[in-house]
């Protein structure tokens, strides 16, 4: 086929996509809807992986009480799920004063402020931890806790939706989940907001480790017998317990040793290590589902191929004078039947850009819930092989498609299609 | 030489009866180059059938027509194509224009699968008509006398050898029709193209010198007609 003939048969496509506009606007529309379906479904499902296995964590491992290293990581890194219980505080300073251990860092949660949960915790969470490297939490507003204090450092996630300010005051409520009837009577005032890091970070409310022990109603057992904190007295080491213990190694080698050490022969500690390969078993768990979701994208893909083969073959019949003129003007069989196939392909590439902007709404519909129930961002140019394998493929598809009108537009007779109709 | 030549054609169409239906029979046929001929016939006496084998879209049973001296139908359908795409233009009754495109878009296809893209000439050739300012219009928005010019632009945007017009006055009323008539003879003669047109209208015919009743030369017509043997099948317009 010349080159002057495929300009004639672009421009024939363009016509009569736009002549059959309403037509030409559904089928697109479908298409839209099952590329942009399937690239967010593959896009969603490697930045979450990749959020939760490889995103801004900041430590390498986390130790907790004997359990579910998942649950484990879940609760302490992601502040979701609930703790697995705690383990003594002593078991803190061992890892903090192990010369392989960079930084220790431990967590006390099992409160919350209408619903974002306050975590217990010491100064070096500011000082110290780098959620990136050469990150570190900085205050937008105000400035961190006193440890000895009932003060509050807000993330800034939290600052957002609840309108928390420095200066503000609040009573925690007991457990993880919001419940209005379990306020504790002790109130925390608010003297940092954080600036946002787009992790899990910014949907906690800091308060100091001291303070969470001093919260009325809350024992120690560190010792294994109970003790009450009360004002005035420093509550001795050996009583204190922690939720976890974050954990950032000098030396991954040594870690190794350590995971052997508590998670082998050990029998009250669990140390989840490494992070990154704990959420991986997760997503490898849960993989299924997306490959599901995969499935019925590529299911709607050719269902939406099938629609504008449909919507061709149903012209069909009002466009045998168009072929038909086409051929006495020196139009090949070959050519009206490749014009139906360009339609096909075309109008597969028309809904495949619409594609992004479905792509966009379910990413920006995805990211907001992933944001609001675990604090991880998703990027809007995050790039995946499916952003071109989608559109294209679907092109591809259509055009393919396209062979059956093809076929019914080659064999049109000329003579017949030209005859006056009565 | 003649730039059209038509030799023992003959054309038939099935019956549901499993026969055929004799439409066309013709010893010999021809138009020199730069000719203008009218041909006349009433309804149903092969005129379509007749243009449609001059043009290559309806195939003889037997016969040979030659374009320019080639075989239209001798290198298969192709050949046709090339030929009904570079050396003849085609002016219908119903005048056949692409609804969708635009007066200039309509002759500018036609170069497209003809002798090649020309926007000056398609231009030109809508300006003589007189559509200047009716470029971008499409047929559904220009009067049956402006779009039987489209048409007419259309069957010259090639430099056709052979200009072949059915019934193209069909649609117009007296004075449009005589007028286009002219445009027609006067377009092919500045084009070198050799003009034929078939019609039943006598006020038509009377623009030609050269005329001639198709039933003369068609054999198939001087036969005592069969009794009427139920409907045709599609396939062409006898």
Redesign the interface.
């Given at each position: 086929m010349k080159g002057g003939q495929l300009n004639a048969l672009w421009l024939l496509a363009r016509r009569s996509l736009r002549q059959h506009r309403l037509s030409t606007a559904l089928t697109a529309a479908c298409v839209a809807l099952s590329v942009g379906l399937v690239m967010a479904v593959f896009s969603i499902q490697a930045q979450s992986r990749d959020a939760f296995t490889g995103g801004a964590i900041g430590f390498d491992a986390v130790l907790g009480a004997r359990g579910s290293q998942l649950q484990l990581v879940l609760n302490s890194i992601f502040h979701l799920e609930t703790s697995p219980g705690n383990i003594p505080y002593r078991y803190y300073k061992a890892i903090q004063a192990n010369p392989a251990v960079a930084l220790a860092v431990p967590y006390a949660v099992g409160d919350n402020y209408r619903g974002y949960r306050l975590v217990g915790t010491e100064s070096t969470i500011f000082t110290d931890f780098e959620y990136q490297v050469g990150k570190k939490l900085k205050t937008a507003s105000g400035r961190f806790f006193d440890p000895q204090a009932k003060e509050a450092v807000v993330g800034s996630y939290v600052a957002r939706k609840l309108g928390m300010k420095v200066g503000d005051t609040f009573h925690p409520y007991h457990g993880l989940i919001y419940d209005p009837s379990a306020m504790h009577a002790e109130v925390f005032t608010v003297v940092g907001v954080l600036e946002p890091t787009g992790t899990p970070n910014d949907r906690v409310i800091w308060i100091p480790l001291d303070s969470f022990y001093r919260i009325a109603g809350h024992v120690l057992r560190g010792a294994g017998s109970v003790y009450t904190p009360r004002d005035g007295v420093v509550i001795p080491d050996q009583d204190k317990e922690v939720s976890s213990v974050m954990i950032k190694f000098r030396d991954p080698e040594t870690a190794m040793v350590l995971s052997q050490m508590i998670n082998n022969q050990g029998s009250v500690a669990t140390l989840a290590w490494p992070i990154p390969k704990v959420m991986a078993e997760l997503f490898d768990k849960i993989g299924w589902a997306y490959r599901v979701l995969a499935l019925i994208g590529f299911a709607v893909m050719l269902v939406s191929a099938m629609a504008t083969v449909a919507a061709l073959v149903n012209s069909l019949e009002s466009r045998r004078r168009d072929f038909a003129i086409l051929r006495a003007l020196g139009a090949g069989r070959a050519t009206v039947a490749g014009l139906m196939v360009l339609e096909s392909a075309a109008t597969g590439a028309l809904g495949s850009l619409f594609g992004f902007a479905v792509y966009a709404a379910i990413l920006a519909a995805a990211a907001a819930i992933l944001r609001d129930s675990t604090g991880v961002l998703l990027g809007a140019w995050y790039w995946h092989p499916v952003l071109a394998a989608a559109p294209l493929g679907m092109t591809l598809l259509c055009g393919l498609a396209g062979l059956i009108p093809a076929l019914q537009a080659y064999r049109v007779d000329v003579a017949a299609g030209l005859a006056p109709r009565t | 030489m003649p730039i059209l030549e038509l030799e023992g054609v003959k054309k038939s169409y099935p019956l549901p009866d499993g026969g055929r239906h004799l439409v066309l029979d013709l010893a010999h046929f021809s138009l020199g180059a730069a000719e203008q001929m009218a041909l006349e016939g009433p309804s149903g006496t092969g005129k379509?059938t007749f243009l449609?084998c001059c043009?290559g879209?309806?195939r003889p049973d037997s016969g040979c027509v030659r374009v320019a001296g080639q075989d239209i139908n001798a290198s298969g359908?192709?050949k046709a194509?090339?030929l009904?795409?570079?050396s003849l233009g085609?002016v219908?009754?119903?005048f056949?224009?692409?609804?969708?495109?635009s007066a200039l878009?309509n002759v500018?296809?036609?170069?497209?699968?003809?002798a090649?893209?020309d926007r000056e000439r398609a231009v030109a050739l809508l300006g003589r008509m007189g559509l200047g300012n009716k470029l971008g219009h499409r047929p559904g928005q220009l009067s049956s006398g402006q779009q039987q010019r489209v048409a007419l632009a259309?069957a010259l945007a090639n430099r056709p050898k052979v200009v072949l017009a059915d019934e193209p006055t069909g649609n117009l009323d007296a004075d449009a029709s005589q007028e286009a008539v002219e445009l027609l003879k006067e377009a092919c003669a500045r084009d070198g193209a050799a003009l034929l047109v078939v019609s039943h209208d006598r006020e038509v015919l009377r623009q030609f010198k050269r005329r001639q009743h198709l039933a003369d030369l068609n054999r198939a017509s001087q036969r005592p007609s069969k009794p009427a043997r139920g409907p045709r099948r599609?396939?062409?317009?006898p």
């Amino acid at each position: 086929m010349k080159g002057g003939q495929l300009n004639a048969l672009w421009l024939l496509a363009r016509r009569s996509l736009r002549q059959h506009r309403l037509s030409t606007a559904l089928t697109a529309a479908c298409v839209a809807l099952s590329v942009g379906l399937v690239m967010a479904v593959f896009s969603i499902q490697a930045q979450s992986r990749d959020a939760f296995t490889g995103g801004a964590i900041g430590f390498d491992a986390v130790l907790g009480a004997r359990g579910s290293q998942l649950q484990l990581v879940l609760n302490s890194i992601f502040h979701l799920e609930t703790s697995p219980g705690n383990i003594p505080y002593r078991y803190y300073k061992a890892i903090q004063a192990n010369p392989a251990v960079a930084l220790a860092v431990p967590y006390a949660v099992g409160d919350n402020y209408r619903g974002y949960r306050l975590v217990g915790t010491e100064s070096t969470i500011f000082t110290d931890f780098e959620y990136q490297v050469g990150k570190k939490l900085k205050t937008a507003s105000g400035r961190f806790f006193d440890p000895q204090a009932k003060e509050a450092v807000v993330g800034s996630y939290v600052a957002r939706k609840l309108g928390m300010k420095v200066g503000d005051t609040f009573h925690p409520y007991h457990g993880l989940i919001y419940d209005p009837s379990a306020m504790h009577a002790e109130v925390f005032t608010v003297v940092g907001v954080l600036e946002p890091t787009g992790t899990p970070n910014d949907r906690v409310i800091w308060i100091p480790l001291d303070s969470f022990y001093r919260i009325a109603g809350h024992v120690l057992r560190g010792a294994g017998s109970v003790y009450t904190p009360r004002d005035g007295v420093v509550i001795p080491d050996q009583d204190k317990e922690v939720s976890s213990v974050m954990i950032k190694f000098r030396d991954p080698e040594t870690a190794m040793v350590l995971s052997q050490m508590i998670n082998n022969q050990g029998s009250v500690a669990t140390l989840a290590w490494p992070i990154p390969k704990v959420m991986a078993e997760l997503f490898d768990k849960i993989g299924w589902a997306y490959r599901v979701l995969a499935l019925i994208g590529f299911a709607v893909m050719l269902v939406s191929a099938m629609a504008t083969v449909a919507a061709l073959v149903n012209s069909l019949e009002s466009r045998r004078r168009d072929f038909a003129i086409l051929r006495a003007l020196g139009a090949g069989r070959a050519t009206v039947a490749g014009l139906m196939v360009l339609e096909s392909a075309a109008t597969g590439a028309l809904g495949s850009l619409f594609g992004f902007a479905v792509y966009a709404a379910i990413l920006a519909a995805a990211a907001a819930i992933l944001r609001d129930s675990t604090g991880v961002l998703l990027g809007a140019w995050y790039w995946h092989p499916v952003l071109a394998a989608a559109p294209l493929g679907m092109t591809l598809l259509c055009g393919l498609a396209g062979l059956i009108p093809a076929l019914q537009a080659y064999r049109v007779d000329v003579a017949a299609g030209l005859a006056p109709r009565t | 030489m003649p730039i059209l030549e038509l030799e023992g054609v003959k054309k038939s169409y099935p019956l549901p009866d499993g026969g055929r239906h004799l439409v066309l029979d013709l010893a010999h046929f021809s138009l020199g180059a730069a000719e203008q001929m009218a041909l006349e016939g009433p309804s149903g006496t092969g005129k379509t059938t007749f243009l449609n084998c001059c043009a290559g879209i309806l195939r003889p049973d037997s016969g040979c027509v030659r374009v320019a001296g080639q075989d239209i139908n001798a290198s298969g359908e192709a050949k046709a194509d090339a030929l009904r795409g570079g050396s003849l233009g085609y002016v219908f009754q119903t005048f056949n224009l692409l609804q969708g495109l635009s007066a200039l878009e309509n002759v500018e296809v036609a170069m497209r699968f003809g002798a090649g893209w020309d926007r000056e000439r398609a231009v030109a050739l809508l300006g003589r008509m007189g559509l200047g300012n009716k470029l971008g219009h499409r047929p559904g928005q220009l009067s049956s006398g402006q779009q039987q010019r489209v048409a007419l632009a259309r069957a010259l945007a090639n430099r056709p050898k052979v200009v072949l017009a059915d019934e193209p006055t069909g649609n117009l009323d007296a004075d449009a029709s005589q007028e286009a008539v002219e445009l027609l003879k006067e377009a092919c003669a500045r084009d070198g193209a050799a003009l034929l047109v078939v019609s039943h209208d006598r006020e038509v015919l009377r623009q030609f010198k050269r005329r001639q009743h198709l039933a003369d030369l068609n054999r198939a017509s001087q036969r005592p007609s069969k009794p009427a043997r139920g409907p045709r099948r599609t396939g062409g317009r006898p």
